[in-house]
């Protein structure tokens, strides 16, 4: 079975930074996606950013972007310039590819401050 | 872009009596649901998948007598916490896969059993 690791329980950054967020999972699967899902403190889950196992490119999404390792089974995601909003909940989730539809598995989360 | 629509948001309801939470795919059709519960400050844990016209199945050590999951058509999903006691009070969440590869998710439910 698939496990996702997120070893911060907890993290801060002061606004305007850069933090790194880290995540790795364990699979014996070539082909998968993973995804880091922010929740603020309504609850809401959002997606924040999505990789595909077979590209090799880190993808970004404006100031999110991931540290893609696949040999290292890491996926870390970095916030640049943080912002007060950013402050949330922030899980790294994986899903297999092979087979039809199949529930993500979560970390257990990495809850982050922002300090103005 | 998908939607997946909630209700109620938040219910307290009486120690005994039972509780049904509703999931609506608002804009694409959702032959799958899945169904977390997520205590404060931990993460999401899967409670059941349902498939629209078939049983669900539940995830090892979930009660499938006290929660009650009915997909029965491609848009709607329902819970239902029966007999609901304090323990099971906690914040409850769906999610079905949309067109593309992802996921969307309600805006869940707060569930208090007092």
């Known amino acids: 079975a698939q496990t996702v690791t997120q070893s911060q329980p907890e993290m801060s950054v002061q606004e305007a930074e850069t933090v790194t967020l880290s995540c790795t999972y364990d699979?014996?699967?070539?082909?998968?996606?993973l995804f880091w899902y922010k929740q603020p403190p309504s609850r809401q889950m959002i997606l924040v950013i999505r990789?595909?196992?077979?590209?090799?490119q880190n993808a970004t999404e404006n100031r999110f972007s991931v540290n893609f390792q696949k040999a290292a089974k890491s996926f870390s995601l970095k916030i640049s310039d943080s912002q007060l909003g950013d402050a949330a909940m922030y899980f790294c989730?994986?899903?297999?590819?092979?087979?039809?539809?199949?529930?993500?598995?979560f970390g257990k989360g990495t809850r982050l401050s922002v300090i103005a | 872009g998908a939607v997946v629509s909630q209700h109620p948001s938040w219910v307290i309801c009486k120690s005994g009596t039972s509780v049904k939470i509703e999931c609506r795919s608002l804009?694409?059709?959702?032959?799958?649901m899945f169904w977390y519960r997520q205590f404060p400050k931990q993460s999401l844990m899967l409670m059941a998948t349902?498939?629209?016209?078939?049983?669900?199945?539940?995830e090892q050590g979930v009660e499938k007598d006290k929660f009650l999951i009915n997909h029965a058509s491609l848009t709607l999903s329902t819970l239902t916490v029966t007999s609901a006691h304090p323990e099971d009070s906690s914040f409850y969440i769906c999610?079905?896969?949309?067109?593309?590869?992802?996921?969307?998710f309600g805006s869940g439910t707060r569930l208090t059993v007092v």
């Open positions: 990789q595909e196992a077979y590209k090799q």
């Open positions: 699979t014996s699967e070539s082909d998968y996606y």
């Open positions: 999610s079905a896969p949309d067109r593309l590869y992802g996921y969307t």
């Open positions: 989730a994986y899903r297999t590819r092979n087979s039809g539809n199949t529930p993500l598995v």
């Open positions: 349902s498939n629209e016209g078939s049983k669900a199945t539940y």
């Open positions: 804009d694409f059709q959702a032959t799958t």
